[in-house]
């Protein structure tokens, strides 16, 4: 008996140092090409690319979609009587084809370290491009492979999506700025959800349009403005939307984080801000017999926090009053814009066909089909109520 528990426990010892040695087949991160975003535009073969190819770096292939891609570069510290720490961060390597992991297999081919993309951040797509191929072409690499998490965030550029991917900033990396910029929402209302992998992946199987965050690309910054629509029958671009029907979406949709809304007294000719604590909307969606329509009521609070109108004092209640119906137009008239714009379009953004599901199933079943087409001629109306909850350090404005 004594000599059992002698060997167990030596298994034992022996099967725990097993365990504690560690990953036998870890590589140092220094040693690896950490993606951290991608940008796809139309096919473009690159000087260098087209130089490769001269001196038989040739394969075969399409020239469909060029691939710009971002990695990190490994962190050189200052040393003792070394070189200064280095200032940028990353480089971008670009590739051309029509396979997006055959382009990346190529770029191994360019440098002594493996691409990996578990921190990969940021995809942006060119509208461009997505004009010619449909998004799930694009997105199936990503949607598959495994080292690529689902919470990556897409963006869609009117520009050159490759341009969004260059330096503006020193010492920071564009992919994480671009990530990390939907922070502000709470600042700004005109900025969509940000869209992740996981996110699109619905709509796409279910043939519905969404919409992707837009970039813009500027000498020295990127801005995100507006937003671009993909029709969900195409899966390809169709149109955009500005940052106003953007600020209209949100507020018929009730995603407002925060932000401001901005309007004119026309009794006095100057404007009034309100600064938004909170937005929420109910859609009701009424049917009479084959006739559909929506009425979208959105609740507000928030509190006044510019006001150029001199004399003015918040303490009256009918003063109060009037303010609170000034911006109740103005976001019934933004969000009618908006409504507008999705007509133009022929497509449906705002959640209708969501609320007529869960009101009306039976009548939804029979005009999911073509959706798009059958919501651009139902009429929609909105009310709002704005509730003023505070106006500034003081109720009287300066003359």
């Known amino acids: 008996m004594k000599n059992f528990r002698i060997v167990f426990f030596g298994i034992a010892f022996l099967l725990t140092c097993c365990m504690l040695t560690g990953c036998w087949s870890s590589r140092p991160v220094e040693d690896l090409n950490l993606e951290t975003g ?25 020239n469909l979609i060029k691939g710009t891609f971002q990695f990190l570069l490994p962190e050189r510290g200052k040393g003792s009587g070394g070189p200064p720490a280095q200032s940028k961060t990353f480089y971008n390597m670009t590739e051309t084809g029509d396979s997006l992991l055959e382009m990346l297999r190529e770029v191994s081919l360019r440098s ?39 919470s990556v965030q897409l963006l869609i550029s009117t520009e050159k999506a490759g341009d969004a991917l260059e330096e503006k900033v020193p010492g920071e990396t564009p992919a994480f700025i671009l990530k990390d910029v939907f922070v502000n929402r709470k600042r700004n209302a ?42 969900g029958k195409t899966q390809k671009y169709i149109g955009f939307l500005n940052e106003s029907e953007v600020e209209g979406l949100m507020w018929l949709k009730g995603e407002v984080d925060g932000g401001t809304l901005k309007s004119k007294d026309p ?8 600064e938004i604590e909170s937005v929420k909307s109910h859609t009701k969606a009424t049917v009479h017999g084959n006739d559909i329509s929506f009425h979208v009521h959105m609740r507000a609070t928030g509190r006044i926090s510019e006001n150029l109108n001199p004399g003015q004092d918040f303490s009256k209640k009918n003063l109060l009053s009037r303010e609170e119906n000034i911006l109740q137009e103005e976001a019934n008239t933004i969000a009618e814009k908006t409504l ?40 929609v109306r909105f009310s709002t109520d704005i509730q003023i909850e505070d106006y500034a350090s003081s109720n ?4």
């Open 190 to 231: 005109r900025m969509i959800k940000p869209m992740s992998l996981v996110k699109v992946i619905g709509p796409m199987k279910a043939h519905t349009s969404f919409l992707l965050p837009n970039v813009i690309t500027g000498e020295k910054e990127v801005k995100l403005a507006g937003a671009g629509v993909i029709q």
């Open 396 to 399: 009287t404005t300066a003359d």
């Open 112 to 150: 002594n370290r493996p691409a990996i993309g578990f921190h990969l951040k940021t995809i942006i797509i060119s509208s461009s491009l997505l004009q010619k191929l449909p998004m799930y072409e694009l997105l199936d690499f990503f949607a598959g492979d495994n080292d690529i998490r689902p």
């Open 267 to 274: 009794k006095v000719g100057k404007i009034i801000v309100y």
């Open 38 to 62: 991608i940008a796809l535009d139309v096919g473009q073969v690159s000087p260098q690319e087209a130089y490769i190819e001269q001196e038989g770096g040739y394969y075969r292939k399409k």
């Open 340 to 379: 507008a714009k999705m007509h133009k379009l022929r497509v449906e953004i705002g959640g209708f066909g969501e609320a007529l599901r869960i009101q009306h199933p039976k009548v939804w079943r029979k005009v999911k089909k073509d959706w798009d087409k059958t919501f651009s001629s139902i009429p």
